[in-house]
């Protein structure tokens, strides 16, 4: 065998899944390592960190988003059983549901609708219209079933999913100050409505701040996500016709 | 491991199945995480088996997320035109669900006793 032109490796390389599959993984391990070496900060998110490099390969080598995807999508894939698998921490806090059952059920119907009122209100206050901001609506509600939402409803998944990260990375940053300026002292209260608020993110900061905080973190964003797949579908579109019409 | 990953997928499969057949708004893997919640309190020694498993999928979940957020190069245009306007979105609503949340929680929480 000959050896082959660089040229002709690479226009393998670029159809093959195994490139991006292998950039999508070493992106994000460099996002996590910058994580780590920030000392955990949320705003050096690995995600966002991942996303931007990924990004701008996309753009220095001419790659379409659907040639990336072939590759990435075995990745993505397993988003489907990562959300099925979201009943195994809700079940081990069962306990802890039952202990403040209605303060977390109310709170939990507060959060959400509020979270999709607002951020559907707001946007179309701002000026925006249809795909945009269905896209919005489940912006508070852990990735993979958020994504799926913003696909039922008739938003643009690929938005949402960067809407979801940026939303939990402001509910990370800004919840300790907030809830400390107004002095709220209830872990259970503070970390439920964080976890409803800013999904994943927001629960992998309050764990960080407070044990018992994290719980219910946890708890508000596996809620969350049920609750919001249930009402997303009715309010949204009703929302956005009668905001922005 | 792998009848771990069975329980997974068949509740996400009876998921997709019930929300398409049935027309549900719902997305498939919503419902199968609901079934596998029905199951966990029917069977409690499922949630030992299947732990180690779920746990080592959802310590990676946001990697999970990188290759639909690359996504948003095809959104670019959408967010330099209307940054401003979704950065509003997202803080002022972010603020105002977590304030919702906590009040509501204290208020409840005071109403029927529930101890800290």
Same mark, same amino acid.
């Given at each position: 065998m000959t050896p082959a032109d660089p040229a002709e490796i690479w226009t393998y390389l670029r159809q093959d899944p195994l490139l991006w599959l292998t950039a999508t993984l070493v992106a994000y391990s460099l996002g996590d390592l910058a994580f780590r070496r920030a000392g955990r900060k949320p705003l050096v998110n690995p995600v966002l960190v991942a996303v931007a490099l990924l990004a701008v390969l996309l753009r220095l080598t001419g790659t379409p988003y659907q040639n990336y995807f072939e590759g990435a999508q075995f990745v993505h894939f397993m988003l489907g059983p990562a959300t099925v698998a979201l009943a195994v921490p809700l079940y081990a806090n069962l306990r802890l549901i039952r202990s403040a059952f209605w303060p977390m059920l109310a709170a939990l119907a507060a959060g959400s609708v509020t979270a999709l009122v607002t951020a559907v209100g707001i946007g179309a206050a701002f000026g925006l219209r249809g795909e945009t901001l269905l896209? !919005? %609506?489940?912006?508070?509600? @852990?990735?993979?079933?958020? !994504?799926?939402?913003?696909?039922?409803?008739?938003?643009?998944?690929?938005?949402?999913?960067?809407?979801?990260?940026?939303?939990?990375?402001?509910?990370?940053?800004?919840? @300790?100050p907030l809830l400390n300026l107004f002095r709220i002292r209830d872990w259970r209260?503070?970390?439920?409505? =964080?976890?409803?608020?800013?999904?994943?993110?927001?629960? %992998?900061?309050?764990?960080?701040?407070?044990?018992?905080?994290?719980a219910f973190a946890g708890i508000?964003?596996? !809620?969350? %996500?049920? !609750?919001?797949a249930l009402i997303a579908p009715l309010l949204a579109p009703w929302l956005v016709a009668l905001l922005a019409g | 491991?792998?009848?771990?990953? =069975?329980?997974l997928l068949a509740c996400q499969l009876v998921g997709e199945v019930a929300a398409r057949g049935l027309g549900l708004p719902v997305p498939g893997p919503v419902i199968g995480m609901a079934l596998l919640f029905a199951a966990l309190i029917l069977r409690p020694k499922l949630a030992e088996r299947i732990a180690p498993t779920t746990s080592g999928l959802l310590s990676h979940l946001s990697l999970l997320f990188v290759p639909a957020g690359v996504g948003v190069v095809g959104h670019l245009d959408t967010l330099g035109q209307h940054g401003v306007a979704l950065i509003a979105a997202l803080l002022l609503s972010t603020i105002a669900a977590i304030m919702a949340g906590v009040y509501v929680f204290l208020a409840v929480a005071r109403l029927t006793g529930a101890p800290e």
């Amino acid at each position: 065998m000959t050896p082959a032109d660089p040229a002709e490796i690479w226009t393998y390389l670029r159809q093959d899944p195994l490139l991006w599959l292998t950039a999508t993984l070493v992106a994000y391990s460099l996002g996590d390592l910058a994580f780590r070496r920030a000392g955990r900060k949320p705003l050096v998110n690995p995600v966002l960190v991942a996303v931007a490099l990924l990004a701008v390969l996309l753009r220095l080598t001419g790659t379409p988003y659907q040639n990336y995807f072939e590759g990435a999508q075995f990745v993505h894939f397993m988003l489907g059983p990562a959300t099925v698998a979201l009943a195994v921490p809700l079940y081990a806090n069962l306990r802890l549901i039952r202990s403040a059952f209605w303060p977390m059920l109310a709170a939990l119907a507060a959060g959400s609708v509020t979270a999709l009122v607002t951020a559907v209100g707001i946007g179309a206050a701002f000026g925006l219209r249809g795909e945009t901001l269905l896209s !919005l %609506a489940p912006k508070s509600v @852990t990735a993979p079933v958020a !994504l799926g939402v913003s696909e039922t409803i008739g938003g643009a998944p690929n938005l949402t999913a960067v809407l979801v990260i940026i939303t939990g990375i402001t509910g990370a940053v800004v919840a @300790t100050p907030l809830l400390n300026l107004f002095r709220i002292r209830d872990w259970r209260a503070r970390g439920l409505a =964080v976890g409803v608020a800013a999904h994943g993110i927001g629960t %992998a900061r309050a764990f960080q701040v407070n044990e018992t905080a994290g719980a219910f973190a946890g708890i508000g964003m596996g !809620l969350n %996500a049920l !609750l919001t797949a249930l009402i997303a579908p009715l309010l949204a579109p009703w929302l956005v016709a009668l905001l922005a019409g | 491991m792998i009848v771990n990953l =069975v329980v997974l997928l068949a509740c996400q499969l009876v998921g997709e199945v019930a929300a398409r057949g049935l027309g549900l708004p719902v997305p498939g893997p919503v419902i199968g995480m609901a079934l596998l919640f029905a199951a966990l309190i029917l069977r409690p020694k499922l949630a030992e088996r299947i732990a180690p498993t779920t746990s080592g999928l959802l310590s990676h979940l946001s990697l999970l997320f990188v290759p639909a957020g690359v996504g948003v190069v095809g959104h670019l245009d959408t967010l330099g035109q209307h940054g401003v306007a979704l950065i509003a979105a997202l803080l002022l609503s972010t603020i105002a669900a977590i304030m919702a949340g906590v009040y509501v929680f204290l208020a409840v929480a005071r109403l029927t006793g529930a101890p800290e």
